[in-house]
Each structure stands twice: as C-alpha cells, then as structure tokens.
C-alpha cells in the first residue's frame, strides 16, 4: 500500500479540492521518486475526511487539482468508503456486549442474551456462548455478579470472539474443502493448510505455499459473499496474481463474483462490527 503520509525531505502543499459536489481539505505529498503519475486517497485526520495526494515533483498544484477534478467520480466513491468507515469505527467503539445488543452471524441478525449461572466447577471463570432460538446466548458463571457492568462486557466481548473464531474455522475448511475438491481439475491443487483470523484490511490471502488464512470477522455475512472470498483465495492456488486469467478462473466458478465483489465494496465495513 503506497504511503500516503509525507517523509522526511518531502515537499507537501496543503490546497482545497473543491468540484460541485465534493470539498475537501488536500494533502498534497511531492515525491522525487514519482515520475508520471498520481495516487491519491481519503481518510480521516483529526476527525475530518482529507484528500491524501502523492504527485510527481515537477507537478504544480494546479495540475493535481484538475486530474483530481478528472477523476471526480472516483475522489467521491472514496470518500463515501471513509466516511463508511469512519462511522464503524465510532459505532464499534460504542458497541455494546448486553442483553439486546445486535450480532451478525451468517447473514442473520442476533440479538444478546446474558444469563449468569452456577458452574459444578466453582473455579471456572469460562463463559459459554451459543446459538440457541434465535438468540446469541452467553453464559456467565454466577460469581460474576460481582463484576461492574463495563467489566462483565469486556469479559463477554472477549468470549464472542472466542465462539465466532471458532465457527468462523469450521465452517471455512468446510467450504474449502467443498470448493477444492470440486474443482481440482481447474485449481491444480489444494491448499494445505485453511486457518479463521483477524485482518484489519482484507478479506483473505494464500501463501507461496498454498495455505489459506480467511477473516473470521466473514462469519457474519451471508453464504455467498463467504463462498466468493474462498473461491477468490483458492484461484490464488493457481495464479499468484489478478491476471486476466485469474479473473477468468473466479468467474469460472463464480459466474456471479462482480454482484458479490460490489456487496463488500459497500457493505463490506458492516463485517468489522463485532
């Protein structure tokens, strides 16, 4: 990912991009590396969407402004995408892990259930979460009642996590296992290893070696949206890249990927709100 914040020795301009619909305050980093062309972000800085520009050094000010204004469209889809992420992010840090809260999980939402219960083993301070009537129930032992709110919700969100870590990998080497030995002849190969992790950036990868790891955090969307990050992994096997061939392979099997690829492209920061 380029580096977008300004290093040491570089040049940087601050400007204002403004079109008919979009205004934003804009970074403008001067680079002696880059030669031709420019790369450009939104993001957020001190609670405000900014427009993080790398350019050439020899480009003035104006130049960046009007390819930025060519490039209107796309200046506008990010900022939407930061300004998405911005408000996961604050509801993320006001989620709450008591009865009612909402969770996702396969595509359907939950609701918290919280029961405090007596444990024949007395030392247990395990917390058992399962999916039962429709609820996401946990289990606290009885000896939590002590705890202050904030203290049973950390303990609580810890072992959601634990149980949608746990589902998110059985049901991943389940569907990879599906999709790998379905289409084998195409593939070449099967990988050798299926893991449920977190990531902050990305859905999934495979290694050199044809491991695959997959968010766990994905577990929440519906069966095909899962089925095309593992489809799209398990390509990988085969072509290291996103070659036409690659994408050729994903479509193969996936005739329907773009509908899919769109769905996380706008929803897809839904799947961090744990």
């Known amino acids: 990912m380029t580096n977008m914040r300004p290093v040491s020795g570089e040049k940087t301009q601050n400007v204002l991009f403004q079109t008919d619909s979009?205004?934003?305050?804009?970074?403008?980093?001067?680079s002696a590396k880059r030669k031709r062309t420019i790369s450009y972000t939104v993001r957020y800085d001190s609670d405000e969407a900014s427009l993080f520009v790398r350019a050439p050094s020899g480009l003035s000010s104006k130049d960046v402004l009007s390819i930025l204004s060519d490039n209107e469209k796309n200046v506008s889809e990010l900022l939407d995408k930061a300004v998405k992420k911005q408000d996961a992010a604050i509801k993320e840090s006001k989620k709450t892990y008591r009865?009612?809260?909402?969770?996702?999980?396969?595509?359907r939402e939950y609701a918290l259930a919280v029961f405090f219960?007596?444990?024949?083993?007395?030392?247990?301070?395990?917390?058992d979460v399962r999916l039962l009537d429709g609820q996401l129930k946990a289990y606290l032992p009885a000896k939590m009642l002590h705890l202050t709110q904030e203290e049973c919700e950390k303990k609580i969100k810890k072992a959601?996590?634990?149980f949608y870590m746990e589902q998110a990998d059985v049901f991943f080497n389940a569907r990879v296992d599906y999709f790998a030995e379905k289409y084998l002849p195409l593939l070449g190969k099967k990988p050798i290893a299926?893991?449920?992790?977190y990531y902050k950036g990305k859905w999934g990868c495979c290694s050199s070696d044809n491991e695959i790891r997959l968010n766990w955090t994905l577990i929440q969307a519906d069966t095909p949206i899962i089925d095309y990050i593992i489809v799209h992994e398990l390509c990988?096997?085969?072509?290291?890249?996103?070659?036409?061939?690659?994408?050729?392979?994903?479509?193969?099997?996936d005739p329907n990927y773009k509908e899919k690829q769109k769905w996380l492209k706008d929803n897809g920061w839904v799947l961090g709100l744990l």
């Open 22 to 30: 979009v205004s934003l305050p804009c970074l403008i980093i001067y």
């Open 99 to 107: 009865n009612g809260s909402i969770f996702h999980y396969m595509g």
């Open 117 to 127: 219960v007596d444990k024949e083993d007395n030392r247990s301070n395990k917390i």
């Open 160 to 162: 959601v996590e634990a």
């Open 194 to 197: 299926v893991k449920a992790q």
């Open 236 to 253: 990988h096997i085969r072509h290291k890249n996103h070659s036409a061939d690659f994408w050729n392979l994903v479509e193969t099997i």
